[in-house]
Nanobody, 114 residues
Framework: QVQLVESGGGLVQTGGSLRLSCACS????????LAWDRQVPGKQRELVAT???????NYADFVKGRFTISRDNAKNTVYLQMNSLKPEDTAVYYC????????WGQGTQVTVSS
């Protein structure tokens, strides 16, 4: 059973930074694309960023230039560095392993105060 555990969320002021981490229990991590998603209550979950096994990245328009996704295959861990945070970034952030089926972690809360 694949498990993903997110950490690093918290409360930060507008303009601040956080780094989220997600550790995977399986070495399947090394061969897989990873994603960060986020969800606000009452809204659909939305894709934030992806990173392939070789390290190619893609970002949603609303985070380009502010967020950076990265990975450490030796640690089976994916990161999301979030800079210049805005109140609209407030959400529960989930990491996702893009296998068949997909796997999600439990999520970590990010709250950006104005």
């Amino acid at each position: 059973q694949v498990q993903l555990v997110e950490s690093g969320g918290g409360l930060v002021q507008t303009g601040g930074s956080l780094r989220l981490s997600c550790a995977c229990s399986s070495d399947i991590f090394k061969f897989s694309t990873l994603a960060w998603d986020r969800q606000v209550p009452g809204k659909q979950r939305e894709l934030v960023a992806t990173i392939t096994s070789p390290g190619n990245t893609n970002y949603a328009d609303f985070v380009k230039g502010r967020f950076t996704i990265s990975r450490d295959n030796a640690k089976n861990t994916v990161y999301l560095q979030m800079n210049s945070l805005k109140p609209e970034d407030t959400a529960v952030y989930y990491c996702r392993l893009l296998t068949t089926p997909n796997y999600w972690g439990q999520g970590t809360q990010v709250t950006v105060s104005s």
